[in-house]
């Protein structure tokens, strides 16, 4: 494919726009809060029934979480390297894509008692989220020159935004006015957005389907399950040495545990400590997504400028105190503007994390999806880490502030680490 080709870039961006209604209505917005409610009308309180054992519901879903990131660290990088090997990270991409939008179907079918189909298809869909993200990741380098990879990467994200707070408005009306579509409460609506999100990711994954292409002299014939690993091996020796690299994904691992938490966790914590009611929430997410368009831009701007070592160090020190903040608010105000800085940030460490490890891959190499599936294992434990230690901190105290404030540990780690990591590139204009 040619770098830099508009069109390109657009489709590549597209996915973003696909895939992005999964992270917003299934695993921050309706999804989260249909889930408290139907299992709490079902069984009276804040334990369930998974299985013959009684926990606690949040507990639970956020043990669901981390099982299917443990999963997907797992597998992503022998999966890489059979891509890179095989000429195949289209093909890879597809399938997460495929699997991850019939399992959000799925979630139609729950409806509160049978919490094992709502715990199974969540995870499923949380795999094919994740599988599909790596690939399309791995395509940036090749879409994208060197110079262009954080504006290209903001790019994405910002579609992703838009797209996804298109299909939540769509559901909101769909729930919020049911009469009008003769529907006799919101329980039915609401388990149609989780169809309507199965639907709007396969369509628009199309796009990217159409102009992403393997380039032919990657691919290779020969037992790709061998192969795959011997390209793991490959990629794993050049992060072994490259310092700038290794240090980068350390502090990556640390300061995502802490994003990635609190952006999953964000409307429970709206629900569970200040008692927002569901329109509440929905709004508060509406202005962190929205807000995070800017952020996305901001930050690849300010690394343009700067580079993306200080801009990336700013966002931390800012993450560390929402975190303390967080711990101390009381009133729905407050947690409002929390979650516009909530945004901004979230828009500035999503796109920059991706652009910055983008730029760290050796430009001749042709083993983006293998390299990517490092950056992948690191992700995906971070969410597990950080969902694990915030799910028992709740489970032992009763009170989601303190798993808030335990995150700000994360982010100071990772700022350390990343002080001492080499990032001396800047975007040329």
Known sequence: MEQN???????????????????????TALFPIYYNAATEATFGGDMVQFFGITLDKTALYSYSLSVSFWIIAVISPLLSGMADYG????????????????????????TGANVELAILASLIASIGFAGGQLFYNAFLPEVASPDRVDAVSAKGFAYGYVGSVILLILNLVLIEKYNWFGFESKALPTRLSFLMVGFWWVL????????????????????????GFEEVLK?????????????????????????Q??????????????????GELIA????????????????????GHFGNKLAISTMLVVWAGICLVAYFVKEA????????????????????????FSRLIPPESNDTASFFSFFNVADKIAYAGGTFVFALIVQLTGSMRNGALAMSVFFVVGLIILGLTKLDFKRTE
């Open 261 to 278: 938490t609190i952006m999953l966790l964000a409307t429970s914590f709206g629900q569970e400590e200040l008692g927002l009611q569901t």
């Open 204 to 227: 628009f994954a199309q796009i990217p389907f159409r102009v992403l292409r393997d380039n032919p002299a990657h691919t290779h014939k020969g037992n790709l399950l061998k192969k």
């Open 333 to 356: 105000a407050h947690f409002y503007a929390l979650a516009a800085v909530v945004g901004l940030m979230m828009g500035g460490i999503q796109s920059l994390s991706r652009s910055t």
């Open 284 to 303: 508060v997410l509406l202005v962190i997504q929205l807000v995070a368009i800017g952020g996305a831009y901001l930050f690849a701007y300010l690394a």
């Open 235 to 259: 990629v794993w020796a050049y992060i072994k040495q490259d310092a700038s690299m290794r240090m980068y994904l350390l502090a990556f691992f640390f300061f995502n545990m802490g994003v």
């Open 87 to 110: 000429g195949k990270k289209r093909q890879f991409l597809q399938f997460f894509t495929y699997m991850g939008a019939l399992a959000c179907m799925t979630l139609f079918f729950f």
């Open 5 to 27: 080709n508009p069109k390109v870039i657009h489709g590549w961006a597209m996915y973003d726009w696909a895939n992005s209604v999964y992270s917003l209505v299934i695993t």
